[in-house]
């Protein structure tokens, strides 16, 4: 699939053969649901913790005798069953990530950049490049239209670039290997440089 070359101030700067393997899959929900859902267990910290029996800062001592009290048995306070006493099984720190494997995870990303270029949301820059000044690359994402927006450069991004970026509501930038399922897909639109197109492609092939 060919799609026009654009450049920051939005005149055109040729077109681009997209290969498509990457862009002109038919994108499909379940792929990518389980990419994402690996991605976002990865990311949870899993530290959630309660108090056990054991920690909980009642005495150990057993509080009445065990019969004739005409009331239940009863070892301590620290029992689940009264109040300030131990959760019973409740959180304990542990990992919510699972396994994926390698070319699952390329094919979900690949589906997601095709999801993208069959939406109309993929665009592609000649070159991210800027001077470090805010401003000046606010007014030229505001005239094209991209509020929030996802940048994938090449090997590397452009200090300069990023510098200025840094700062923008709604825009984010990436080098091609932290491209991932999850940024595409939140975001409006994707933007990648003709650098960026062909790492992809290196890395996805």
Do not use: C
């Not at 290969?19 to 499909?28: N, S, V």
């Not at 720190?93 to 095709?114: C, D, V, W």
């Not at 820059?125 to 509020?147: F, I, M, N, R």
């Amino acid at each position: 699939m060919k799609l026009d070359v654009i450049k920051l101030d939005g005149a055109k700067a040729g077109d681009i053969e997209l290969d498509a393997d990457l862009f002109g899959l038919e994108p499909r929900a379940d792929i990518l649901h389980r990419v994402v859902r690996w991605q976002r267990n990865n990311a949870q910290q899993g530290t959630h913790k309660v108090k056990t029996r054991s920690e909980t800062s009642f005495s150990t001592k057993k509080i009445y005798r065990q019969k004739g009290t005409g009331g239940a048995r009863h070892g301590d306070r620290n029992a689940p069953i009264f109040r300030g006493g131990g959760i019973y099984k409740g959180p304990t720190p542990r990992s919510h990530g699972h396994e994926l494997t390698k070319k699952f995870r390329k094919l979900g990303l690949r589906h997601a950049l095709s999801a993208k270029a069959k939406a109309g949301e993929l665009v592609i820059l000649d070159e991210a490049a800027a001077d470090g000044k805010t401003g000046a690359l606010a007014k030229q994402v505001k005239s094209l239209g991209w509020k929030r927006a996802l940048i994938i450069d090449g090997a590397s991004v452009n200090e300069g670039f990023a510098k200025a970026a840094r700062n923008i509501e709604g825009l984010d930038v990436l080098p091609t290997m932290g491209a991932n399922v999850y940024d595409i897909l939140k975001r409006d639109t994707l933007v990648i440089t003709k650098a960026g197109v062909q790492a992809l492609e290196a890395r996805l092939k």
